[in-house]
């Protein structure tokens, strides 16, 4: 059995990872990938069966990250629990790399090519139809909610009774194009997703106590699990906190070192 995960000191250095390859040749989705950054931790090191030596094991648990752009907060939290060495991540983007923008099956851990919102929740309701004796996580962007597959496959979810699924809403409020009220409104969220037939838990996404409890909580017999995860856009860089110019990135290296200095900063307030 692994030794008990340091949950925070993880997320720190997802953190960093993320920032250095926001420093790539390409950049990353910045925002999007630091809000992300607790969900994942708690999911990949303290809720869900898996083996890294065995990505393909059958049994295990799922996880389709149908926030696709999210990528680059997947391939550090896979690299920190031992799918692939860390040193991988500075191949990030560069010709050849299997780590792409957006995740495929090439990179261990990963299940699904996912990128085209809107699809992943029905991706998951087939992995959890398909064997019911294992958890299936489908976390997804609060923007892609606006889109009508999501909704289809949700009440399939729920007709189906797929008790072993839950949908992690990363709920930043923000989109590409500005908060996510003011393109499409989504609230009453908790309601709307209660009215499809799911459970509701809303939880802060960046506490891992209540990330925890809601992950692990049995549900109710038969009824799909929905946790709304409210969390920051671009997480750990109060400069560009809460704004729609930390949705993608391409930064320098100046940048990328002021960043870092940030994060690390806040890593060393943290254990004092």
């Avoid at 609230?187 to 809601?214: C, T």
């Avoid at 109060?238 to 990328?256: F, K, M, N, V």
């Avoid at 960043?259 to 060393?268: D, E, H, Q, T």
Wanted: aromatic share 6%; net charge neutral; with cysteine.
């Amino acid at each position: 059995m692994d030794p008990p995960a340091d949950l925070p000191e993880i997320a720190h250095r997802v953190r960093e990872h993320i920032v250095g390859m926001c420093a790539g040749p390409e950049g990353g989705h910045l925002g999007g990938s630091m809000s992300l950054v607790e969900v994942l931790t708690v999911l990949y090191f303290e809720v869900m069966r898996i083996d890294p030596c065995r990505p393909g094991a059958p049994g295990r648990d799922i996880l389709v990250l149908s926030k696709g752009h999210g990528a680059i907060c997947l391939y550090a939290v896979l690299a920190e629990r031992g799918f692939f060495p860390v040193a991988e991540l500075a191949e990030y983007a560069r010709p050849g790399s299997r780590l792409m923008g957006h995740p495929t099956r090439a990179v261990p851990g990963v299940e699904m090519p996912t990128g085209s919102l809107g699809h992943g929740l029905a991706l998951t309701n087939g992995f959890a139809l398909a064997d019911p004796d294992r958890r299936c996580f489908a976390v997804m962007g609060d923007g892609e909610l606006q889109e009508g597959a999501v909704w289809e496959a949700a009440m399939a979810s729920a007709a189906l009774r797929l008790g072993n699924l839950t949908a992690v809403v990363d709920r930043n409020d923000l989109q590409i194009t500005g908060p996510t009220e003011d393109a499409i409104g989504l609230e009453p969220l908790a309601a709307r997703w209660r009215s499809f037939g799911w459970s509701v838990r809303e939880v802060d996404g960046h506490d891992f106590g209540a990330l925890r409890e809601a992950l692990t909580r049995d549900g109710e017999e038969g009824r799909p699990v929905a946790v709304i995860a409210h969390t920051v856009k671009g997480r750990g860089l109060p400069s560009i906190e809460a704004t729609t110019r930390s949705h993608y990135a391409r930064l320098s290296g100046r940048q990328a070192e002021r960043s870092l200095a940030v994060l690390r900063a806040r890593r060393r307030r943290a254990v004092s």
